[in-house]
């Protein structure tokens, strides 16, 4: 109950939640890619709960109304949405880093949270072209972001930048989603790239990798697909727990594995 205190606050009708800010990341300026999906949004609104200036990346002004949604209950004072329709075409991805840091200076943490799925047919029946497109989608938009991203932070050994994968570039799912394990891997290729690259400063090139289905809190899966049958469903907020943890204390080229079981061991405050 001790690590409860500080968030509570004795009330007539039992406790009340007082703003839960816990300050880790007070100050320090974080970027989130994939603000609009489902980890990322859970992301966005942990790091606004430590205490995080977030600069939330989305596709379309209508995800707005959504994020906010979801950041309920956090400082949202404190949270920038931007829009960029498509961050892996270079020009819109450079011009949002040059805005961001004219407004708000240097960047202190990045999360690269872009997602992608593919289940389109066996290897031996796709195309050259497919074979790419799928590539672009899985890799695309995490390369032009971290290329772009990663030399307009901050060179200070706090400074990170946070790539969130899946299990799906280890294994594959199911015959006919094998090009979404070549797509999952390219993007382990860019982790380790970024790594190789800033191996001798800052920032610090961390990998949460998640081997377990997250859905938005308190939200069922809408896939009904086998993939996910019979699985269960983990909140967005505890990966958020996890990606903050990540950001406050990784050391350099680290991975992070997120299994169920260790989800299953995340808290979650009261007001989370
Ligand atoms: N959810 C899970 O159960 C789960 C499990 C294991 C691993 N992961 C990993 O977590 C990461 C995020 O997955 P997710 O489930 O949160 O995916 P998601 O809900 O589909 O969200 C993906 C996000 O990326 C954005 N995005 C994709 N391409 C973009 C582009 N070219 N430019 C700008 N934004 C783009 C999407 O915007 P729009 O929505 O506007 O397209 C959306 O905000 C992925 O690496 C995934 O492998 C997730």
Redesign the pocket.
């Known amino acids: 109950m001790d690590q409860f205190a500080p968030y509570l606050e004795p009330h007539t009708s039992g406790l009340r939640v007082v703003v839960p800010t816990r300050d880790r990341l007070s100050g320090r300026l974080c970027v989130v ?10 992301i966005c609104r942990q790091l606004l709960m430590e205490g995080a200036k977030v600069v939330a ?4 002004p209508d ?1 707005r109304e959504g994020l906010l949604k979801e950041c309920q209950g956090a400082p949202v004072d404190n949270l920038h949405p931007f829009v ?6 270079e020009d819109q991805c450079a011009a949002f880093v040059r805005e961001v840091v004219q407004q708000h200076g240097d960047i202190d943490h990045a999360v ?6 593919w289940q389109g047919g066996v290897l031996t029946e796709q195309s050259y072209e497919e074979f790419s497109r799928v590539l672009a ?2 890799a ?3 390369f ?2 971290a290329k772009n991203v990663l030399p307009a932070m901050r060179k200070a050994p706090s400074s990170s930048m946070l ?7 280890k294994r594959v799912l199911s015959a006919d989603s094998g090009l979404a394990t070549v797509g ?1 891997a390219a ?1 382990y290729g860019i982790v380790r790239a970024a790594q190789a690259q800033y191996a001798s400063g800052p920032p610090r090139i961390n990998e949460l ?7 938005r809190h308190g939200e069922m ?1 809408r896939s009904q697909s086998s993939i ?1 049958e019979g699985l269960r ?2 909140s ?1 907020r505890k ?1 958020g727990n996890v990606a903050a943890e990540a950001l406050a204390t990784a050391v350099d080229d680290e991975l992070l594995e ?1 299994t169920s079981e260790r989800l299953d061991g995340v808290m979650l405050m009261v007001g989370d």
């Open positions: 890619g994939g603000a609009s999906g489902i980890v990322g949004s859970g990346l989305l596709r379309k995800q960029v329709e498509d961050v892996s075409h690269s949270c872009f997602g992608a799925w989608n899985f695309g938009s995490h032009v972001f790539f969130v994968t899946g299990g799906v570039g999952g993007l990798r998640i081997y377990a289905l997250v859905t899966p996910v469903a983990h967005n990966v997120v």
